[in-house]
Structures are given as C-alpha cells and as structure tokens.
C-alpha cells in the first residue's frame, strides 16, 4: 500500500490540532501509543476472520488463561511453596507467557477499535478526519484478526512434550539381512537429517545382531561399526526436536533389490522406528530401591580396554521390568547415565501414554498412534518413491529423502494435518 508525503503530513497535523483543541467535547484517542499504521510490517496475506461461535469459545478460553496466569503468580510469590512446587508453578507460567502476549496485544488493539469508532461517529462531517479514521481502522481490524489467529494456534491442544529433546529408537523387523540393512540406512537418514537442521546427534547404543556384515567408519558420529544390526539409538538435542520427529514412530517398509540378493529379485522388509520424548528430572523421579544395576564386561570387538574391564551397564526398573542395557562407552559411568537417560525417557513416554488415552482417542483415529503395527510409510527404490500413508503424499526422490533431505515434505504435512483436527475439534468442543 503506497501513501502520499501530504496525505501523511494532514493526517497528524490534524490530529494534533484536535488533541490541544479546548474546546474539543471528546478527547481523541493517542494515535501515537503504537506505531503508525505505515510503519508496521503486516503480512500480505489479508486474515480472515474467525467464525462467531468459534470467537466466543476463544474468548472464554482467554478469560480461563487470564485468571489462570494470575493464580499462578500469586502462588510463585508464596514464600512456603516447596521447590518443586516452585519448578512446576513456574514451567507452566513460561508455557502460558506466549498466549499472555498476545492476549494484552489483543486486548490493547480492541480498545484502539472502541475508539476508533466514536472518533468515526464524531467526525462525519471532517472528510479528512473520516477518511483518516477509517483508514486506520481498517489496519486495526487486521492486527485484531492475526492476534486472533496466533491465539487460536496457541490455544489449540498441545503436546506437551513437544519442545523437548528425544531418543531415537531403530529395530530390524521382519525381512532378515535385509531388514538389519535398512535398519542402518534408516538410523542414518535421521542422523543426517538431525545434522542438517542443526541438532546434536549423540549415539545412544548399537545391538549388532547375529548376522555378519562389513565393517564401516562413519566420520560424522566417529566410530566404527558393524553394517547390520539389529536395533540402534539415539539422543537428539535440539530446538523442538521431538515435535519435529514425533510422527516418524512406526513401521517404515522398504522394497528393494538387498546387496544380499544375487537374482535380482525385489525384497519387502519392515523397521520400526520409535520417538520418545527425553524426560526432566522434574517428570520422572527415580528411586534408587526401585533400580537394579548390573555391571560386566562388555562384549564384541571393541578393543582391549572394551574386553577387560566392567564397563558395559544393565539397568532394570523393578516395577515395570523395563531393562536398559548400554555398552557403547568405554566408562562405566557414562554408559550408566545413557542408561538412566533412556529410561527415564520410557516411563516419561509410559505415563503420558496412559494420560493420553485416558483423555481421548481421537489422535490415533485422526493421524494414527505411531504404534508399532501400523505401516506409516513405503520406500520403494525400483520406482525411485517414498510414499506417506497417513496424508498419502509421495515425493520421487528417494535418494535424496535418505540422504535426510525432504524430510521436511512428510513432516510439515503431518504436522498442518495435526493442526486442522485441533481447529475441528477445538470448534466442536
């Protein structure tokens, strides 16, 4: 939108008149409390409005979080609350602070709204003034939809856990050497992929299966391991990690002509592929009765020091009979707390589990749970395809999607569908 110097030199010139006028019945409203309309940046794609019924709802979920946030000040400013009553007051007043924002924007452009409509009912007769008036009511509007916008987005269900870092979990399934192979490719795919956009990407352990495979060196992660295995892991830290990654759960099927094929024929192989979320200590207190930790040596061909100390590290958590066994670190400690960080990252991922399906099953009817038994996505490397079966996109480069690049066409896909079923459901609530 282009403005004339004269149409700007009238427009404060007059408002400047009408501020000192005395003889003025009504004060105008101070324009200058925020930034002249021709000096915001606004999107250039017009808003469109909310729906009534869908704006009252969110008018009375802004009220919720309005009296919400001040409880919770008044709560953090009580000198006998304990401190982890402090950690938790204070990790939900951070989780609110986003919508807070946006609330008082919202609210301190709606009272620029009221205003700029008695300066419209007072001003028929100024041309000028109307015009001006109206033009910046237009502008007010807009602002007043896209805060309304982002308030929505920010009030939609959330994931909890979808800010923290994750654990990466890859299984050989059905489809022997093969599976063992694209189990590999898979893990590699996602370290390339976490490399690209920045995260840390730290190995958590490789379980070589029983199959003999090649010897390689990966120079991105420094280590030498063995071709086919039959599970690895990962820890993933970075920016939104696990919101990223949390839709790759699930069974990823392969079908291609193995390395190990000698007639050229095309074999179907599955991986599974688990994203769990990394848990604070905040989340999950372990107790030391509840932990039984084993120590030994640590097996395979690993080197001298590997071979002759107890360094390999079993833990098991008593009440769930979850065993996590980590051998990948020469010291004992180390592979000791990689054991507790998985764990704690099961129970964490187990009782948000529990939560979730005690609250609705409507996520696993709309995008599907990522549970193990479902078939989420096809590479097939005959017809050169990668094929997504929750949002049916497929994208012809399957080179380049195992090369972690265009990842990012399945995920946004995933991640939009997720966001319109929170819309639908949040209307329909």
């Known amino acids: 939108m282009r403005f004339r110097g004269s149409f700007i030199f009238r427009r404060f010139l007059s408002q400047f008149r009408k501020q000192f006028d005395s003889k003025s019945e009504f004060p105008v409203p101070n324009f200058r409390s925020r930034a002249p309309f021709f000096l915001r940046s606004y999107s250039s794609e017009v808003q469109a409005p909310l729906s009534p019924q869908l704006l009252n709802i969110m008018e009375q979920r802004l009220s919720a979080v309005e009296h919400r946030t001040a409880y919770l000040n008044k709560l953090l400013n009580q000198p006998e609350a304990s401190p982890s009553e402090y950690a938790r007051t204070n990790k939900e007043l951070r989780k609110l602070s986003g919508s807070v924002d946006l609330i008082n924007e919202l609210r301190t452009i709606q009272k620029e709204i009221d205003g700029l409509k008695s300066l419209i009912e007072e001003c028929s007769e100024d041309k000028d003034m109307l015009n ?248 097939n490397f005959p017809q050169g395809r990668v094929t997504d079966h929750r949002v049916g996109i497929t994208y012809h480069s399957v080179d380049d999607v195992m090369q972690g690049e265009n990842l990012d066409v399945f995920i946004d896909a995933l991640l939009l569908q997720e966001e319109m079923d929170a819309i639908a459901t949040f209307s329909s609530s």
Request: net charge neutral; aromatic share 6%; proline share 2%.
């Open 132 to 379: 001006m008036a109206t033009e910046e009511m237009a502008q007010a509007i807009e602002e007043e939809r896209r805060l309304q916008n982002l308030l929505l987005k920010s009030l939609l269900p959330k994931d909890d856990a979808n800010e923290r870092d994750c654990i990466l979990e890859v299984r050989a399934g059905t489809g022997g050497e093969e599976a063992s192979l694209f189990a590999m490719d898979i893990f590699r795919m996602y370290e390339k992929y976490a490399l690209k956009k920045g995260w840390k990407f730290e190995v958590v352990d490789i379980a070589q299966s029983d199959l003999k495979g090649r010897i390689e060196y990966h120079p991105a992660i420094d280590v030498v391991w063995t071709i086919l295995s039959q599970e690895a892991s990962a820890a993933i830290a970075g920016v939104g990690v696990y919101g990223k990654l949390k839709f790759e759960s699930g069974i990823h099927r392969v079908q291609r002509v193995p390395v190990t094929e000698k007639l050229g024929r095309i074999h179907t192989s599955a991986v599974s592929v688990a994203i769990l979320p990394q848990a604070d200590e905040v989340d999950v207190q372990l107790k030391n009765e509840d932990l039984r930790i084993d120590t030994y040596r640590s097996g395979g061909s690993g080197g001298q020091h590997a071979n002759t100390t107890n360094s390999a590290v079993r833990v098991t958590h008593i009440p769930t009979g979850i065993m996590i066994t980590i051998q990948d670190e020469r010291s004992q400690h180390m592979n000791k707390a990689k054991a507790l960080k998985v764990l704690c990252a099961k129970l964490y991922e187990m009782e948000r589990l529990r939560l979730h399906r005690s609250r609705s099953k409507l996520r696993s009817e709309q995008i599907g749970s990522g549970d193990r038994s479902e078939r989420i996505r096809t590479y």
